[in-house]
């Protein structure tokens, strides 16, 4: 079965970084988008980016120039990596496999936060 674990989450200061993982297995990794969801406290689950498997990538308008979605067919790993990020930012992030509604990992929580 499809499996997705993340990782890279923590507590980070306004205006730091930090690198979200996403380790797939149980497909075929090569052949499927992914994507990096996010949900707030008393917000819906929300885009934050894509990428094909051709990694072509789509970003929500609040990650732009700040956020780059990446893989790596050979770890079968996803990637996101978070600069300058804002206390907007807190929320727990999922990866996402095929851009389905039901292929989700358990989520790391980004806290930004002085």
């Known amino acids: 079965q499809v499996q997705l674990v993340e990782s890279g989450g923590g507590l980070v200061q306004p205006g730091g970084s930090l690198r979200l993982s996403c380790a797939a297995s149980g497909f075929i990794f090569s052949l499927f988008p992914m994507g990096w969801y996010r949900q707030a406290p008393g917000k819906q689950r929300e885009l934050v980016a894509t990428?094909?498997?051709?990694?072509?990538?789509n970003y929500a308008d609040s990650a732009k120039g700040r956020f780059t979605i990446s893989r790596d067919s050979a770890k079968k790993t996803v990637y996101l990596q978070m600069n300058n990020l804002k206390p907007e930012d807190t929320a727990v992030y999922y990866c996402n496999a095929g851009l389905s509604p039901t292929n989700w990992g358990k989520g790391t929580l980004v806290t930004v936060s002085s």
């Open positions: 990428i094909t498997s051709g990694s072509s990538t």
